[in-house]
């Protein structure tokens, strides 16, 4: 197979539509958790291998939340949200209504919560690649860890096989549109090899 790395300025254009068509139902549907106006920005899109993400993610030694997920359907794979600890605090104290800055440390209630959130923004990216191809595409119950960015990804790198290791980084922002607040993330796709064919024949474009 040809190396996804490769993909033309159009070919990016075009996971880029679809990414940006998920974002938009993502951010209706967490505007309605949090009862705020949320914006998202034109997300930013790359391919790599697995070993490249922490130059894309920003320092390795930085906390964050991550959030696990397995694709099921017609395509597989795994699919990890990771967002900044501090911006994750902030997403606990809007989900549940309380003054910015409560937060913290994570009970199980908020860890309830980022694990609900990380599932909107999932599904809605996962549903946009599915129209896309016109298949099914489903994330499965979430998992959640408190860790270094480094550490997540290492173990994300060991637990996949030589033909699990492109991602598709997905880049993040919402903004707040009451108070101008803006919270990172980065969604990553781990698609398992037939998966990766079946997406990169479908944005290929002569």
């Given at each position: 197979?040809?190396?996804?790395?490769n993909?033309?300025?159009?070919?990016?254009?075009?996971?880029?539509?679809?990414?940006n068509?998920?974002?938009?139902?993502?951010?209706?549907?967490?505007?309605?958790l949090?009862?705020?106006?949320?914006?998202?920005?034109?997300p930013?899109?790359?391919?790599?291998?697995?070993?490249?993400?922490?130059?894309?993610?920003?320092?390795?030694?930085?906390?964050?939340?991550?959030?696990?997920?397995?694709?099921?359907?017609?395509?597989?794979?795994?699919?990890?949200?990771?967002?900044?600890?501090?911006?994750?605090k902030v997403?606990?104290?809007l989900i549940?209504?309380?003054e910015?800055?409560?937060?913290?440390s994570?009970?199980e209630?908020?860890?309830?919560?980022?694990r609900?959130?990380?599932?909107?923004?999932?599904?809605?990216?996962?549903?946009?690649?599915?129209?896309?191809?016109?298949?099914?595409?489903?994330?499965?119950?979430p998992?959640?860890v408190?860790?270094?960015a480094?550490?997540?990804l290492?173990?994300?790198?060991?637990?996949?096989?030589?033909?699990?290791?492109?991602?598709?980084?997905v880049?993040?922002e919402f903004e707040?549109?009451d108070?101008?607040?803006?919270?990172?993330?980065?969604?990553l796709?781990?698609?398992?090899?037939?998966?990766?064919?079946?997406?990169?024949?479908?944005?290929?474009?002569?």
């Amino acid at each position: 197979m040809e190396d996804v790395r490769n993909l033309k300025a159009l070919q990016l254009d075009a996971l880029r539509e679809v990414a940006n068509i998920g974002a938009g139902h993502a951010a209706t549907a967490l505007s309605q958790l949090t009862d705020r106006t949320i914006m998202i920005s034109v997300p930013e899109i790359s391919v790599s291998r697995l070993e490249d993400v922490p130059g894309l993610v920003g320092d390795v030694d930085d906390p964050v939340v991550a959030v696990l997920m397995h694709m099921l359907g017609d395509l597989t794979g795994r699919t990890l949200l990771m967002i900044p600890e501090q911006d994750a605090k902030v997403w606990c104290d809007l989900i549940h209504r309380r003054e910015v800055g409560t937060t913290v440390s994570f009970d199980e209630f908020d860890e309830s919560s980022l694990r609900e959130a990380a599932n909107i923004l999932a599904g809605a990216y996962l549903s946009a690649l599915a129209e896309f191809l016109g298949m099914m595409l489903l994330p499965s119950v979430p998992s959640l860890v408190v860790d270094l960015a480094g550490a997540v990804l290492t173990t994300a790198y060991l637990n996949f096989g030589q033909d699990r290791d492109f991602v598709l980084c997905v880049n993040t922002e919402f903004e707040f549109r009451d108070d101008g607040r803006r919270l990172r993330g980065q969604f990553l796709l781990l698609p398992d090899a037939a998966s990766l064919k079946a997406i990169f024949d479908a944005v290929r474009i002569d």
